[in-house]
């Protein structure tokens, strides 16, 4: 079966540091979404790609959070730099098609510690 | 209020019964998701549906676009149905979608 793959799966770092998550979409997929989830807020959006260009990022802190998918096959979230607060599983799933209206396949997240 | 509301928050039940789990939302959408959480944090869409009703093995999901409500039902349920369930809508915006997600229904399934 195909599958959203994401590295690494685990990330534990100092505050401070630049951390850098990588998506590989499913062979075929357009949109490219990438999740965060807390205890405290869960799921949320923090940006998604169509056409690997970027369509809807409001969720995602401008200040020290950027998104970029520099080709078909690959999307990557980078941190710089990180805190403490954002300790979360951060999750990218992709689809074929236009908009959010379409089904989503998730990868397996990475779980990022700041420390 | 949240946009997405979800209940009950927590859910237990015995192995063969019958589950239901609500989403009611307050904005205009283009689709609404369920999705599945298992312990361990894998997240595997379940359906997407903008109308009616839809059926895969023991899972229906239905939604009523006019009261702005949707549920999931878990026929014969089992242990390994144990997850959260999340529900989530495709807000419908001018010039594109936003995805807003419920706070999860966490079930239990005992044998």
């Known amino acids: 079966d195909a599958r959203v793959t994401q590295t690494p799966r685990h990330k534990v770092t100092e505050m401070g540091q630049e951390v850098t998550m990588r998506c590989q979409p499913i062979?075929?997929?357009?949109?490219v979404f990438w999740y965060r989830q807390t205890m405290m807020q869960g799921l949320e959006l923090l940006a998604y790609?169509?056409?690997?260009?970027?369509?809807?990022d409001s969720g995602m802190p401008k200040d020290r959070f950027s998104a970029e998918m520099p080709d078909a096959t690959l999307a990557t979230l980078k941190i710089q730099p990180s805190e403490p607060r954002d300790s979360a599983v951060y999750f990218c799933?992709?689809?074929?098609?236009?908009?959010?209206?379409?089904?989503?396949?998730f990868g397996d997240g990475t779980r990022l510690s700041i420390l | 209020k949240n946009e997405v509301e979800q209940s009950p928050q927590n859910l237990t039940a015995q192995e063969g019964e019958f589950i239901t789990i609500n989403c009611s939302y307050s904005v205009g959408i283009s689709a609404l998701h369920w999705l599945q959480q298992h312990p361990g944090g894998g997240i595997v869409s379940l359906f997407m549906?903008?109308?009616g009703k839809k059926k895969h093995g023991r899972l229906i999901a239905t939604i009523n676009i006019q009261e702005k409500h949707s549920s999931l039902h878990i026929t014969a349920s089992h242990p390994r149905d144990s997850a959260v369930y999340i529900c989530?809508?495709?807000?419908?915006?001018?010039?594109?979608?936003?995805?807003?997600f419920g706070t999860g229904t966490r079930l239990q399934v005992f044998p």
């Open positions: 549906l903008s109308s």
């Open positions: 790609f169509r056409n690997r260009a970027p369509l809807d």
């Open positions: 989530a809508v495709s807000e419908r915006r001018r010039n594109t979608d936003k995805l807003i």
């Open positions: 062979l075929g997929h357009n949109t």
């Open positions: 799933a992709s689809g074929q098609g236009t908009g959010t209206h379409q089904p989503q396949h």
